[in-house]
Structure formats: structure tokens, C-alpha cells
């Protein structure tokens, strides 16, 4: 990732930060946002990087290039674009692909991004055309990558159940205990 500082104005001590790495190419500008945020300290942000802008750019592409999202119409639609997630299936078809029933099947992982859930839109009639306002729906509810989508938004699925009844059988065990645990799962 290049990082680079800017002064918008001179003697300002507003300052703009250009976060620039090949792996926002397919993300939202909120993804980004929130891929940054996970990985640097809030502490951090809040005692040196308060009051500057931020744009988080794949190589190539500038801040005026950025298609952001209408707030008002994310906020206007988001019961409707839930209701139809819902009504069409969408959530099990995601949490079948993340997390399928068969145990002799082994679920996608999540790659941080909708990939899965580009997949399970199309599988679940939505046309393309719809994937900017029901992603801009879910990041909105909190969810900013496939498996947040199961985690966050939706109400029951199995892989939200398998991550809690792990958390609760490897409570209190020591990190190496939880990762052979792991192992174990993943080996059915």
C-alpha cells in the first residue's frame, strides 16, 4: 500500500491522506474505508489522523473518479431492498454457498469483499443493474463483506450459528487450544 500526505492548503493543518493499494480495485469506497479502519487503531486515528480527509484508491483512479453513495435514496429504499432480499431467497443462497448443509461439502471462504454475494444476487433474480443500491443497503446495515452480510443483516443462518456455538465451546481456552479446534472443524 503507498500512502501519501498532502496539505489541501497551505499553513492549514488540514491534511489529506491518499491510502492507494491494488486490492480496493473491486471494493466501494465504503469497503475501503472500513478495510482501513479495521486494521489501524481507533486510538491512532482519532490522536493523529482526526480532521484530515482520507481517499482510499486502487492505482490509477483519483478522488473525483469515485462514485459515492446517495444517502437519502440508501435510507429510502433500505426496507423494500430488505424485504426483497429476503423474499427472493438471497440470504440462503449466500449462507448455502458460505456455509452449506451438507457436511460433506465444504463452504466458500470469504474474501473480504461480495463476490459471493454478487453470485447469490444473480442466483437470486436480482439483475445487475440492482447491485449498487443493495450493496450500498447492505454496508448501510453493516455488513461489508459476504460472510458480515450473514453476520450483520441477516436474522438466522447457519453460519452465524456455527460462529457463535464456536465461541461458546472454546470460551475461556487458550489460543492455541481454539486454533486446533479450528483445524478440527474445518476437517469436516
Request: net charge negative; hydrophobic share 35%; proline share 4%.
Amino acid at each position: 500500500m503507498t500512502v501519501r500526505v498532502e496539505r489541501v492548503q497551505s499553513g492549514a493543518e488540514h491534511l489529506a491522506i491518499y491510502f492507494i493499494d491494488a486490492s480496493f480495485r473491486n471494493l466501494y469506497p465504503q469497503q475501503r474505508y472500513h478495510k482501513l479502519t479495521s486494521v489501524i487503531p481507533a486510538a491512532y486515528i482519532e490522536d493523529r489522523l482526526s480532521g484530515s480527509e482520507w481517499f482510499e484508491l486502487a492505482p490509477g483512479e483519483s478522488p473525483e473518479t469515485l462514485r459515492l453513495p446517495d444517502d437519502d435514496l440508501i435510507s429510502s429504499i433500505t426496507p423494500d431492498v430488505s424485504q426483497a432480499l429476503k423474499n427472493r431467497g438471497f440470504f440462503k443462497v449466500l449462507d448455502d454457498t458460505l456455509c452449506p448443509i451438507s457436511l460433506a461439502l465444504e463452504g466458500v471462504r470469504c474474501k473480504g469483499d461480495f463476490s459471493n454475494s454478487k453470485a447469490a444476487l444473480l442466483a437470486s433474480g436480482f439483475p445487475e443493474s440492482d447491485h449498487d443500491d443493495v450493496f450500498g443497503v447492505l454496508m448501510a446495515l453493516g455488513a461489508y463483506c459476504d460472510c458480515e452480510v450473514l453476520y450483520n443483516v441477516a436474522e438466522d443462518n447457519r453460519l452465524k450459528a456455527q460462529y457463535w456455538k464456536f465461541r461458546h465451546t472454546t470460551l475461556g481456552q487458550s489460543d492455541s487450544q481454539v486454533s486446533s479446534q479450528r483445524e478440527r472443524l474445518r476437517k469436516f
